[in-house]
């Protein structure tokens, strides 16, 4: 069963949980992962687990709620993103990764894209002194890493799901294009879509140019003021982002987001003020920012998200044994 509609059901726990999909989706999802790690730890990359809980977290996911908690009288969030602390972990390491549960409370017309869930988890990437080039050279890297794992270690589970696996070959045969945030808008404007040219590609916009497409690629380029503050500027061209989405093909849409960080603190000062938030809510990483935190670039990829593409389902909800999506109260 999937979420193609409004008015359709999540099955009950003890049905997805015993289904024979659901076990071969799980089973993939736990290839994916292993894959990952392997060519993370063969990249030199440390893996810390994540924090869930803080008194601040990630300002720049789009249209989504944050979480509340009473943590001994103070005010704390359930983790959206953990990007201000894989920030802040670069000064133990050079490389860091997570594997971070998060939770957004996603608006309710989400609740039908096929993408979106409230509790998910993102394998996020972080390299010091890195370059917007050396993240996406990971991504690229890193996704075709576990497509080939996926497609040695998996075959009898994606025999079970009927994976048509040529459509998975086909990410291995070319470079990752990459297109302009700019380039991108136009091209939706082309087809119809009324996309608003200062902000993320929206959702049915995003769906648009991955079904359109034949191979994984980059947008990059988004203008300042769509994403979050720690996005760095590009220098040589205010006003535009160093940041990127990787979309995949087959209408399955953004598979991660990333960028080049923005690390001197009176610049990010002034984008947390042009925001229109207050800098004391980001006392402590503003401090390690005021006293030192190395440039760096890095990514979140969507596991429910990658494991859906590798399975080739329906719909998010279907990669994970617990969904939530939103408005519907779960176990």
Known sequence: MSTNTAGDALPSPRTHLTSARTRATMVV????LAGAREFLNQESFTELLPPIIGPVTDPGARGAKQVDIDFYGHRYKLMTSGILYKQASLLSFDK????APNVRLEPMETAVTHRHLVEFHQLDVEIAEGSREDAMDVAERLTKYCVEYVLRNAQEQLEILGRDVNELKQVLDAPYGRTPHAQAVADLQGRGHDQEPNSEIDWQGEEIISAAAEQPFFITDYPKGS???YDKENPAEPGVLCNFDLIFPGGYGEMMSGSEREADYRNLMMRIRETGENPAKYE?????????????????LGVERFTRFLCGLDAAWQATAYPKLPGDPRP
Do not use: D, M, Q, V
Request: proline share 4%.
């Open 284 to 300: 402590w990483y503003l401090t390690l920012a005021r006293e030192g935190i190395p440039s760096s670039s890095g990514f979140g």
């Open 96 to 99: 860091i990764f997570h594997l």
């Open 227 to 229: 994403r979050g503050f």
């Open 29 to 32: 999802k736990n290839k994916f």
